[in-house]
């Protein structure tokens, strides 16, 4: 079975401040595919990265950054020096290789305090 | 390019009647869009995959009689909620992947349906 946690229900911070939004997912696949979105107040989900299960190479962008680490079926997601407008609920998400269901977590919520 | 939309974004109805709601793929042809309900401060829970031409695949615990996908373009996909009662008041969102292949889901912005 496929199964995705993020045991952080909520984050609070404070502006400029680092903030890691922690996930934990489970599959007995070997190809699968993890994925971040965030989702504003306004409810549209917006991607943010996509890493296939045979790619272990951590990725930077911008201020976002992800660690992924399948000895630990791990993929952290964090905000550097993060802002007001990065607060959102974030979630993780896991689908196989055969680009079927997306398994969802329960989702962070991020509130970033001025 | 990849974009989706829905229609409508947000309705309210009276209990006992009937919505539907229409996701599109603007720009792409998608042999399967996927259905998800999203209840206030939960997360994403799949209702049903839809594939063009076939008959949608539900998951456990949804009534396809009571939420009827119909999948009959490749650019649309409508859910109707039939006979709504206050607890299918939600937000209902629509993804859809490309004819091509590949794994990536494209969201829609989502439908809020409140039923009175």
């Known amino acids: 079975a496929q199964k995705v946690t993020q045991a952080q229900t909520e984050i609070s911070v404070v502006e400029k401040e680092d903030v890691t939004l922690d996930c934990v997912y489970e599959t007995r696949d070997t190809t699968y595919y993890l994925f971040w979105y965030k989702q504003p107040p306004s409810g549209e989900l917006v991607f943010l990265i996509r890493?296939?299960?045979?790619?272990?190479q951590n990725e930077i962008s911008g201020r976002y950054s992800w660690n992924f680490q399948k000895s630990t079926s791990s993929f952290n997601f964090t905000i550097t020096a993060s802002q007001v407008v990065d607060s959102a609920v974030y979630f993780c998400a896991l689908n196989h290789g055969y680009g079927n269901k997306l398994v969802f977590g329960a989702g962070t919520i991020l509130r970033v305090k001025s | 390019g990849a974009v989706v939309s829905q229609h409508p974004s947000w309705v309210i109805c009276k209990s006992g009647t009937s919505v539907k709601i229409e996701c599109r793929s603007l720009d792409f042809q998608a042999t399967t869009m996927f259905w998800y309900r999203q209840f206030p401060k939960q997360s994403l829970m799949l209702m049903a995959t839809s594939n063009e031409g076939s008959k949608a695949t539900y998951e456990q615990g949804v009534e396809k009689d009571k939420f009827l996908i119909n999948h009959a373009s490749l650019t649309l996909s409508t859910l109707t909620v039939t006979s709504a009662h206050p607890e299918d008041s939600s937000f209902y969102i629509c993804s859809a992947r490309l004819a091509s292949g590949g794994n990536e889901q494209f969201f829609g912005p989502g439908t809020r349906l409140t039923v009175l």
């Open positions: 890493r296939n299960s045979f790619d272990e």
